[in-house]
Every structure is written in structure tokens, then in C-alpha cells.
């Protein structure tokens, strides 16, 4: 039920153009759902479209926990009860809707972090921008939740990075593609903003 293309309610003020508030919306799902309708020019695809989040959801943690050195079916079993906890799986009945997709974009910025400390180069710094930036570009609320994970940011990056002791160049050349990143996909919107509204 996607009631909003591109984020554009259909509201026209009285000089013709478009005043709604959702189209200041980041657009990254809205993008996503509309791609799925494309092919057959109905909804149908998009009222499935949160399944491969599902999906993505249960890899995510599956990965993360591995990292933490969890037996591989405890962690297999634990990404299968993400998606059996109750406010996950009605959302399957509720057909193009958010709330899955954030929460496994939540999970792919705690994996990519977790990735880029284990290993911390350009490539991995590139993994944790895209996903830093698929998660903010999709709700502006998720930009709560990135703050609320900036101390385990700052903390995982800094306790690497001081007993590696990796020179301020390294740090540049893995911090660069995550602002990139971030000012290219995710911050586009925000940006987009500004200009037409100054807020």
C-alpha cells in the first residue's frame, strides 16, 4: 500500500505547485518501492517489497554474532527469532511500510562498524558510509538512532585505532568515502531541504 510516490502527496496549494510535507521525506524506501512497480505497473511487488529485508535482516545477524565468535546455529536460530518477534512479523500483513526495512539498516551500520574495526581500510570504510547512508536517506527518525549509536561508534573506532596506532593518513583515507558517501546518497535529501525550505 504505497500511498506516496517519491515521497509527494497529492496537495497543490493554490498556485499550482506540490506543498506537501512528505516531499521533503528521504526517499531511499519511497525509490525502492516505486522500482518494484515499474515492472508490472501495479502495487503487488511493492506490498512484498519488505521480504528481502526480512532476509537481510537474519544474514545481519547471523553476521554480527559470528563476529562475537557465537556457534553458528545459535546465531542462525537468533536471526530467525528477530523476525518471529511479534511487531517484525505483522508487518508483513501491512505491505510497503518502513519499520523492517530501518531496523535491518540498523543492524547492516552495527556489521559494517564491526567490520571496519576488525578491519580497518578503504574498502570497509566504503561498506559502513553506504550503509550509514541507506539507513539515514530512509527516515528522518533514523537519524535519532545514529546518534544513539555514536558512542559505540566512537569507542569500537577509537580503542582500534589507538592500540593499532594507525597514522592520521590511514584514518583520512577510511573516513573520506564514508563523508562521501553520506554527502552523495544519504545527504541529498537533507540537503534538497535546505535549499527549498531553509530548514
Known sequence: NPFQIFGSLPILNPHGFETSSGSYYPINALLFFSWLMM????AFLADVGEVP???IGIVTIY????????????????GFLWVLIPNVLKQLR???QYDVICAALFLSVINSLLLLKDNFRFRNGLIFGISIVLFIGTKVT???WLVGLLPFISYSLFKEL????IRLFKILEVFFPVALMIILFGGYIYLKNYIYTGN
Not at 39 to 42: A, E, G, Q, R
Not at 68 to 75: D, E, M, T
Request: proline letters at 3%; charged letters at 20%; hydrophobic letters at 45%.
Open 39 to 42: 515492472p508490472l505497473k501495479n
Open 63 to 78: 553476521s554480527i554474532l559470528k563476529k562475537y565468535k557465537v556457534h553458528s546455529v545459535l546465531a542462525l536460530l537468533s
Open 142 to 144: 533514523n537519524l535519532i
Open 94 to 96: 501491512n505491505g510497503a
Open 53 to 55: 529485508f526480512y532476509i
Open 162 to 165: 589507538k592500540f593499532k596506532k
